[in-house]
């Protein structure tokens, strides 16, 4: 059985989708689309297939697709952003790309040991609790940072290590934040959160990502 291709994936910033759409168009001739919940698909005369991911959710189904997805990737949205990774976090409240507030943190969390028998454990109970103190820390200054805008978000989106980011989220300080029904956005993979990481987070979670086959 012949291998099948794999997908080419390009991320373009939402500014940029209209003028990407218009460049598909003119190298392989007006596309048909078609949209669904999650993705517009955009297929070509020659054979070249492009299927745009729907990060926010589908689309008006009354729209016309295309000027309906351009619409959506650019408007601004109020979104919380909440990045841990165990030795750092960072949290902030986003309009469009603007940082509204946001806080930082980072945390000494011991690396893994070679060690085995009871030292190994020791070792392992002491790297939890360390962790377990920086997710709280993280949790608290999400709670100050998200809780007073909760009920204006659009969407919480995350960053770094899936498993840190809900260790953070079950802190009970959260609760209102996990009640509130956001919709959540990510995981995304960015390195350890600090000032810098934080203010270029939008450029991570905005980017509408598209998968292209061969073709195109």
Known sequence: MPEQPVPRMVNVAPERLAGWVDGFAARHGRPAVRASAG????EAPDGARARVRLAWGPLPSDAEP???L???ATRPRLVGALIVRRKAHAVGVFDGAELLAGRHGSHYVQGRTKAGGWSQQRYARRRANQAGRAFGAAAADAAEVLLPR???LEALVT???SAAVQAVLAEP???RLRGAGLPQVGVFAVPDPN???LAGFPDVFRRVVIELNELA
């Open 173 to 175: 300080v959260l609760e």
């Open 66 to 68: 295309l000027a309906a």
């Open 39 to 42: 993705f517009v698909d955009l």
């Open 150 to 152: 909760v009920d204006s």
């Open 195 to 197: 000032a810098g990481v």
């Open 159 to 161: 960053g770094g290590d």
């Open 70 to 72: 351009v619409a959506s």
